[in-house]
């Protein structure tokens, strides 16, 4: 059964204090790994999809990076506007759904 | 260009009342998915279709049912509501056969007492 677990739940951080979010996943042929924001009230909104491991893709101040059973999404010097939560989910080789972890809350106090 | 509408927003069922979820999309996608989000369990998959005709079951479908006989729509009925359906249901679409992401509906906010 495909997992994805991420860490921390939350994490709360002074503006332009740099961190990282961890994201680690089993699946029998990863088709991708996909990170989403989620601002309150919202949907998901798409951000990074990546899909081999040592595969990096950056967006402003975000940069994701995946390993073989791990992604990271790194904030470097994040702004207030950052807050959200950060939902990371796999898909397999074997369909199109996509199995989603628990996600991040990131707040970043000004 | 809309992208995936959902439609209502907001709903309040009493306990044994059916009721439809709508959710529509106009970017021609053959996938279409809906997940219900509750706190800390994150996005569940309830049913899912992979083009006009075909649905499939997800991780939690018991008490939806869904149908698609359009491309374009995918609506979701909850046969009889009961109090743990409380929660909110994202419709979301993806081209068909794509390792693209999945682009998510705003959402719809489902409260039964």
């Known amino acids: 059964e495909d997992q994805v677990t991420q860490s921390p739940e939350a994490l709360r951080l002074q503006e332009g204090e740099s961190s990282s979010l961890n994201c680690s996943y089993t699946?029998?042929?990863?088709?991708?790994l996909f990170w989403y924001r989620q601002d309150p009230g919202k949907g998901p909104e798409f951000l990074f999809t990546?899909?081999?491991a040592g595969e990096e893709k950056e967006k402003e101040r975000l940069k994701a990076t995946l390993t073989k059973k791990e992604s990271f999404l790194h904030i470097t010097a994040p702004k207030p506007e950052d807050s959200a939560t950060y939902l990371c989910?796999?898909?397999?080789?074997?369909?199109?759904?996509?199995?989603f972890g628990e996600g991040t809350q990131l707040t970043v106090n000004p | 260009n809309a992208g995936v509408t959902q439609t209502p927003k907001f709903q309040v069922l009493k306990t044994g009342q059916s009721m439809t979820l709508q959710c529509a999309q106009d970017m021609n996608h053959e996938y279409m998915s809906w997940y219900r989000q509750d706190p800390g369990m994150g996005l569940r998959l309830i049913h899912y279709s992979v083009g006009a005709g075909i649905t499939d079951q997800g991780e939690v479908p018991n008490g939806y049912n869904v149908s698609r006989s359009t491309t374009e729509d995918f609506p979701l009925r909850l046969l009889s509501a009961a109090p743990s359906q409380t929660s909110v249901y994202f419709c979301?679409?993806?081209?068909?056969?794509?390792?693209?992401?999945?682009?998510f509906g705003s959402g719809t906010r489902l409260t039964v007492v």
């Open positions: 979301a679409s993806s081209p068909r056969g794509s390792t693209e992401a999945y682009t």
């Open positions: 989910a796999s898909g397999a080789t074997s369909g199109s759904r996509l199995t």
């Open positions: 699946v029998s042929g990863l088709r991708g």
């Open positions: 990546l899909y081999s």
